[in-house]
Structure formats: structure tokens, C-alpha cells
């Protein structure tokens, strides 16, 4: 081989080298360059939620970047949000929150947790006005009766100043949930006479949630719930005192309450009161029949309606050292309400007779107490943002009512004026995991109930119940499960029977030994709806769910003086299956002359449990026809709906309601149907502090009525409010039912006896609340 050749291999050799070495080169910095970037995602979602509590945050602000592209997060914490030309990053921005920007690069699905600010002044603003139901409303106001009868679907049954029974869309008692902490409250809550025993002066916030099926609600929410939350955190360090007191001329009825907190480094405890007295209702009424006699009222006044109330609470919120959060309080509730004669037994005319103490409480009437306590534990979230919380109370709740020994009837006379005593222990206990598309739980609710007194009503008995439960997100559709056992047993009573000469004739079996199963649960389905023009946001649902029928219904076998009949039970019924479609909707925004929300529903009720008459007669010589409970296929419709504006120094708003309640088979309506009616009110701000407002309460006929009730006549009730506020805290005057109309409430079991609402009052109250900061704030 010559010099040349040599020379020229080399040089091949070598380029070839340089060639491969470039290729190499080459095909590195291509895929480098390519992992380095990866495509940009063009729509990503997800949801935001707080940090500790898994909580979901509305009106976050969430931005991409490049693009610059903004969206806000909706009620349940999700966002959706493109960019035509990729997504690098987000960033979610809220008050009183950490900031958090977060790299979007190959994902299209991104949750935000995001940290609370060190002044937890958010904690009040979002904790105290949310509940797990995207479908829940504030409720506010220290006076429980008016602020149900002003709310559209909502409105009170007044049987007196401490005992209030909500009715929610036309439903009541064991048909209506009431939960303190998301604790059930019992307290033989079946009954009509039977109101809650809840002050919400000695709370943090109080919600109303409507329609059946919700999940955390438990099985007994057919029409809807309350809910009542302890007060939470302050945004300082420092102690507030809520106090207010009040005087309504018509019943002299005299309120106060107070509730101190105090918020040191990060624990919170507060302890508050309220008690009350109040004489005999006056109505604009003189006389009233009643089986055929007819009686006359004195000086226009229901006699011995008169009582008082006590409440008490105390509790403390604070971190563990973990980093979770623990809760404890207890609760207490003293009631004592006088029940008109006529309500127990066939009345005497000198029954009726008022007495000249203002505020003495004779028999019969009606004394009950309540004793709660409760603990709540939760975890702070992890790198996943998964939680757990885990609640447990106990309660305590007595229910006695007294009455005159010849109200017994045939027979010899009792001993003692104990006509029927109710005792119940209750234990709850609930815990739950939490995620940021899901969560998933369970619930035990234990009930024992021990009966006693002359007058038998029900049969001891004791009730449990087990759930599991989930829910999960998935954009802005929301789905749940609960699956429900509840087992229930009861004892057998047996009495002598007499004749009208006190003789025994025999023996009269009024309670059969009972164990029953009954399984159930619910399924739902929510959407959020945002249009694009973002002026108004609403939700849509469907739900189908199960309710047991309740040991008054299956046990109940004699005279129930909250409705003046003598009630049977069925120890046959099966639970009610339902299925109910919802749409709410509202405006968004102040900045529109009008704000505005609707919401309707509509309800098919298999097995529904309503309570009509019987063919027959009760042993108990003054108790009349017996009525039963039976199962019947039910239809259930309503609207309501509420606008409002203000102009200048002027502001005007009307809210009203629309019901309709269907025995399918018959075509009559449910019993205690509720009539449609609108509240309309118009004031004008007169000054800096001073307001004055005229509101009329138009309330329909009630021509939707069950087997054996009559219609009621419609009323106008017109009011009349002043309200002066200063730093020292804010003074006002209410007059109701200024004309003194005389009007009968279809809801009240008072209609019965031909006795009239509540007449002419006028109420006078001051309320403020005092802060005071530490030294180092």
C-alpha cells in the first residue's frame, strides 16, 4: 500500500468519526431539547380547598400563566380553565390565604390546598356560612319563630314562646332534621307539641337546608333540616361579648342572652346563657267551641300558655400537636310551657278563668330538659390533602307532661298529675375520611327511649342505626351514596279497661311487643350551573332516598295532646321511598338593581306515612275518632322565591312560597298543608343610624285540605319596625299584627279548637356586641 492510499483511508476514517460524533451530538440535544419541553397543557381543572379542613373555597381566583387567562372557583371548589396557547403554571390567590402557584406542564388535572393567613379572619367567613350541602342558606336573627315565618318555605308552629316547631316545605317534626355540629338532635321530636330545644342566640351560625335526601343529614330530612354551628375562632386576639335583651308587650314576655369568647394564641372558649319568661298569649278572640259547648275566654288571653326557658353553653376549639383541630362543648335546655286546658281532656269553663299572676304555669302543661355534650377531632391534611375527622356526642332529653287527674277519664282517678313522662338517651358518633374529589364515612345513632304515666302514649322502646356513606366530585357534578340498617324494638303495655261506671271490663292491649329491620339509603346527583354570562349560579339534583318510619308512627296508641286526637300507630308500615328533583338559583353580584333566587322542587312519595281517620272510636271516653297512620302514594310540588332592590336611601323586598301536597288515591291534600303567602317588606334608611321599615304578611285560603279538615281563611298582617344603631349597639321596635287581626293558622293544632294565632304585639330590644383586644395584638 502506497503513502497515498494510506493518507487517504486516514482521512476517511476520520470524517466517518466526525460524522458519527455530529449524529450523536445531534440526536442528544434533539431529545434533551424535547424532554426539557414538554407540551403545554391547553385545559386543566380541579378544585381548591382549605388546608386543614378540607372545606371547599368559593371565588377563588385562579390564573394561568403565560396566557394570563382568569376564572373564579365555584360552590363546591372547582375550576375549569383553558388557554389557547398552553398552560405553564396557575396560580390560585384568595383572601386571607397563602398564595400558590403550581407547574402545569403535562397535566390537565390540579388541586390547590391552599394555607390560611396567620389572622385566621377567614375562619368565621367561611366555616360559620358553610355546611356540606351546596344547597344550604343563611339564616340569621335571635328570634327563632320570626325568622321561620319570614323565610320563604320555612315557618314556625307556635305552640307557645319556648316551644317552636319548624315546618320545612309543609313538613314537620321527625320529617325535618335539626343538627348542632352535624349532631342529630331527638328528643321525641315526632310530636307537634314537641319544639326544639335550641336558642340560636348561643351559636356561631344557623343554616337551613331544604328538600329531602341529603347525605350527612341522616335519613330523617324528607323536607329539609337546620343546622346550628358553635361559634368559631375570632380573627384577633382578644374576647367579644354578644349580649341583648328584649321586651314584647302583648304575652310581657322578657329575653335576654349573653355569649363571651375569648381567643388567646390559637384556642378559642366561650360560654353564654339565655333565659326567658312569658305570660298568657292574647288573642283577638272571646269565646270558642269546642264538641259541641262553647266556652268563653277573660280578658282575650289563651289561659295558662304562660312559662319560661333556660339555655347554657359552653365549649373551647383548639390545635392538637399534630396539627389538627379538637372541639368540645356541652349544652343544656330547661323548658317550661303551660298547654292551654282545652288541649288535655274536655276543658272546664273555670279552667279557662286567667290568672292574676302574670307569669304562673298551672297544670296541665309541659316541662323539658336537655343535656348534650359533644367532641369533635380532626387531622390536619396531608401531602395528598386526605383528612379525617371523627365525632361523638351524648345526650340527655326528658319530656314530662302534666295534667289534671279527671282528664284521665273513665276509671278511677290517678295519684299524681304525671301524665305522661319520656326519657331518652341518645349516642351519635360519626367519622369520616376526606379528600379533595371524595369522602366517604360512617354513623352510628343509638336511641333509648323508657315511658311512663297515666295517660300511655307510646310503649318504651330503642332504636339504632348504622350508615355508610360517600360522596364524590367530579367536576362540577357532585354524586352520593348512604347506605342505611335500622333496627327497632319496643316493649308491650297492657292496661284495664272501664266502663263508665269505673268498672273493669275487660283488658286493653295498647302496645304489642315489636322487632323490626328495616334497611334503606339514598342516591343523589348534583350539578353546579354557572352560565357563561356569570350573572346568575344555581344547582340542579335528583335524589332518591328512604326513610324508616319512626316509633311513634309504628307504636303510638293514644291521645296525643299536640294535636287533640286520640293516634294509633301500625306496627306494619315500611319505610317511605321518594324520589325528588330540586333546581335553585340566584343572582350574583350587588351591582344589579335587582337580586333575585328561586328555587322549586318536586317529590314522588311511595309509602308516604300520613295520619287520617279511622272507622272507630277510642276506649278513652272524651278522645273521639281514632286516627291511624298509613302508607299512601304522595305528590309533592313547591316554589319559592325572593327579589329585593335598593335605590338611594329606599329598599324593597318580597318573598314568597307555593305549595302543593297530593294523596295520590284520593286527591286530597296531606294534613297541615301550608298555604301559600308573601312577605313584602319597603323601608327607608333615615339618616346614618335610623331605619324604618312597614312589611304585610299575605297569607292565601287554605283550600288543600285531608279527609276531615276544614279549609282556613287567608289574612293580611300587616308590621311595623324602627331600628336605631350606634357604637354602643343598636336599638329597635317591632309591632306585629298591627290591625289585631283574628286569623287561624292551618299549621297549628290550635285551628282544631277554633282558637285564633297570636294577636297584636309590640317588642322593644337592644343588642351589641363589645370586643377588646390584647395588649400584644
Known amino acids: 500500500m502506497n503513502a497515498n492510499s494510506v493518507a487517504t483511508a486516514a482521512d476517511a476514517c476520520l470524517n466517518g468519526m466526525w460524522r458519527q460524533v455530529l449524529t450523536a451530538s445531534l440526536f442528544v440535544l434533539i431529545w434533551t431539547t424535547s424532554e426539557g419541553q414538554t407540551p403545554a397543557s391547553i385545559e386543566i381543572k380541579g378544585h381548591v380547598l382549605r388546608n386543614e379542613s378540607q372545606i371547599?373555597?368559593?371565588?377563588?381566583?385562579?390564573?394561568?400563566?403565560p396566557c394570563g387567562q382568569t376564572t373564579t372557583t365555584n360552590r363546591s371548589g372547582f375550576y375549569q380553565i383553558s388557554c389557547p396557547f398552553g398552560i405553564d403554571s396557575i396560580t390560585c390567590t384568595a383572601s386571607f390565604f397563602k398564595t400558590s402557584t403550581i407547574s402545569a406542564r403535562g397535566r390537565d388535572h390540579i388541586d390547590f390546598w391552599l394555607k390560611p393567613l396567620e389572622v385566621e379572619i377567614d375562619q368565621v367567613a367561611i366555616e360559620t356560612l358553610r355546611s356540606p350541602e351546596l344547597e344550604a342558606q343563611r339564616l340569621s336573627g335571635p328570634d327563632l319563630m320570626r325568622t321561620l315565618d319570614q323565610t320563604p318555605?320555612?315557618?314556625?308552629?307556635?305552640?307557645?314562646?319556648?316551644?317552636?316547631?319548624?315546618?320545612?316545605?309543609?313538613?314537620?317534626?321527625?320529617?325535618?332534621?335539626?343538627?348542632e355540629d352535624g349532631v342529630p338532635q331527638q328528643g321525641g321530636r315526632w310530636g307537634t307539641d314537641h319544639g326544639i330545644l335550641a336558642d340560636p342566640a348561643l351559636y356561631g351560625s344557623m343554616e337551613w337546608v331544604p328538600g329531602g335526601g341529603h347525605l350527612w343529614m341522616g335519613p330523617e330530612s324528607v323536607g329539609g333540616g337546620l343546622r346550628l354551628t358553635a361559634p368559631k375562632p375570632l380573627e384577633y386576639k382578644g374576647s367579644m361579648t354578644s349580649w341583648g335583651s328584649s321586651f314584647r308587650h302583648g304575652d310581657n314576655r322578657m329575653k335576654s342572652h349573653i355569649l363571651h369568647a375569648i381567643q388567646d394564641e390559637d384556642r378559642l372558649w366561650y360560654i353564654g346563657t339565655s333565659g326567658s319568661v312569658f305570660g298568657n298569649q292574647n288573642i283577638p278572640q272571646a269565646s270558642f267551641t269546642y264538641l259541641g259547648r262553647s266556652y268563653a275566654l277573660g280578658d282575650n288571653v289563651l289561659p295558662n300558655t304562660a312559662g319560661r326557658s333556660i339555655h347554657a353553653t359552653a365549649g373551647m376549639e383548639g390545635p392538637t400537636h399534630r396539627g389538627g383541630r379538637v372541639e368540645g362543648s356541652i349544652r343544656f335546655s330547661d323548658v317550661i310551657q303551660g298547654l292551654f286546658p282545652g288541649i288535655v281532656g274536655v276543658p272546664r269553663q273555670g279552667d279557662l278563668e286567667a290568672n292574676s299572676r302574670l307569669f304562673l304555669v298551672e297544670i296541665p302543661q309541659q316541662h323539658a330538659t336537655r343535656?348534650?355534650?359533644?367532641?369533635?377531632?380532626?387531622?390536619?391534611?396531608?401531602?395528598?390533602?386526605?383528612?379525617?375527622?371523627?365525632k361523638a356526642s351524648v345526650s340527655w332529653n326528658r319530656r314530662l307532661e302534666l295534667a289534671p287527674p279527671h282528664a284521665h277519664g273513665w276509671g278511677p282517678e290517678p295519684s299524681s298529675n304525671l301524665s305522661l313522662s319520656l326519657e331518652e338517651w341518645t349516642g351519635y358518633l360519626e367519622s369520616a375520611w376526606r379528600g379533595a374529589h371524595g369522602t366517604f364515612g360512617v354513623q352510628f345513632e343509638g336511641l333509648t327511649v323508657a315511658t311512663s304515666g297515666w295517660e300511655f302514649l307510646l310503649p318504651s322502646h330503642h332504636r339504632?342505626?348504622?350508615?355508610?356513606?360517600?360522596?364524590?366530585?367530579?367536576g362540577p357534578h357532585q354524586f352520593g351514596v348512604r347506605a342505611d340498617i335500622v333496627s327497632t324494638a319496643q316493649r308491650g303495655h297492657e292496661e284495664p279497661l272501664y266502663d263508665a261506671s269505673s268498672t273493669v271490663v275487660g283488658a286493653d292491649q295498647r302496645a304489642d311487643p315489636m322487632q323490626r329491620l328495616l334497611p334503606g339509603g339514598m342516591a343523589s346527583w348534583l350539578a353546579n350551573i354557572e352560565p357563561i354570562s356569570r350573572d346568575w349560579t344555581g344547582t340542579a339534583s335528583v335524589v332518591v332516598y328512604t326513610r324508616a318510619p319512626s316509633n311513634y308512627e309504628l307504636g303510638a296508641n293514644g291521645i296525643h295532646h299536640g294535636t287533640f286526637r286520640f293516634e294509633k300507630g301500625n306496627p306494619l308500615l315500611q319505610s317511605e321511598k321518594s324520589i325528588e328533583a330540586r333546581f335553585q338559583g340566584h343572582?350574583?353580584?350587588?351591582?344589579?338593581?335587582?337580586?333575585?333566587?328561586?328555587?322549586?322542587?318536586?317529590?314522588?312519595?311511595r309509602d308516604f306515612i300520613a295520619l287520617g281517620p279511622s272507622a272507630t272510636f277510642a276506649p278513652?271516653?272524651?278522645?273521639?275518632?281514632?286516627?291511624?297512620?298509613t302508607a299512601v302514594?304522595?305528590?309533592?310540588?313547591?316554589?319559592?322565591?325572593?327579589?329585593?332592590?335598593?335605590?338611594?336611601?329606599?329598599?324593597?323586598?318580597?318573598?314568597?312560597?307555593?305549595?302543593?301536597?297530593?294523596?295520590?288515591?284520593?286527591?286530597?291534600?296531606?294534613?297541615?298543608?301550608?298555604?301559600?303567602?308573601?312577605y313584602s317588606t319597603i323601608g327607608r334608611n333615615l339618616g346614618k343610624n335610623h331605619q324604618l321599615k312597614v312589611a304585610c304578611r299575605a297569607i292565601a285560603d287554605a283550600k288543600l285540605t285531608a279527609r276531615n279538615e276544614s279549609p282556613t281563611e287567608g289574612a293580611l298582617l300587616w308590621e311595623l319596625a324602627w331600628s336605631f344603631k350606634q357604637k354602643a349597639g343598636t336599638w329597635s321596635m317591632n309591632i306585629h299584627n298591627i290591625s289585631n287581626t283574628a286569623w287561624l293558622d292551618h299549621t297549628s293544632a290550635y285551628r282544631a279548637l277554633g282558637l285564633v294565632a297570636q294577636g297584636r304585639w309590640m317588642q322593644l330590644s337592644f343588642v351589641t356586641s363589645m370586643k377588646q383586644l390584647n395588649k400584644n395584638n
Open 633 to 678: 302514594n304522595a305528590f309533592r310540588t313547591g316554589l319559592e322565591a325572593s327579589v329585593s332592590t335598593s335605590q338611594g336611601a329606599w329598599l324593597a323586598s318580597a318573598d314568597g312560597s307555593l305549595l302543593g301536597q297530593w294523596d295520590t288515591s284520593t286527591g286530597l291534600g296531606l294534613p297541615f298543608t301550608t298555604p301559600a303567602q308573601v
Open 153 to 179: 318555605g320555612l315557618q314556625s308552629l307556635d305552640l307557645g314562646d319556648a316551644m317552636v316547631q319548624p315546618v320545612i316545605r309543609g313538613l314537620l317534626g321527625s320529617r325535618v332534621a335539626l343538627l
Open 464 to 474: 339504632l342505626r348504622c350508615s355508610v356513606l360517600g360522596e364524590k366530585r367530579i
Open 56 to 65: 371547599p373555597l368559593q371565588n377563588v381566583l385562579v390564573v394561568t400563566w
Open 371 to 390: 343535656l348534650q355534650t359533644t367532641g369533635i377531632w380532626k387531622t390536619s391534611a396531608g401531602q395528598n390533602g386526605a383528612s379525617r375527622s371523627v
Open 620 to 629: 278513652i271516653s272524651h278522645a273521639g275518632q281514632v286516627y291511624t297512620f
Open 587 to 605: 343572582s350574583n353580584g350587588s351591582s344589579a338593581k335587582f337580586e333575585w333566587r328561586i328555587q322549586a322542587f318536586s317529590a314522588l312519595h
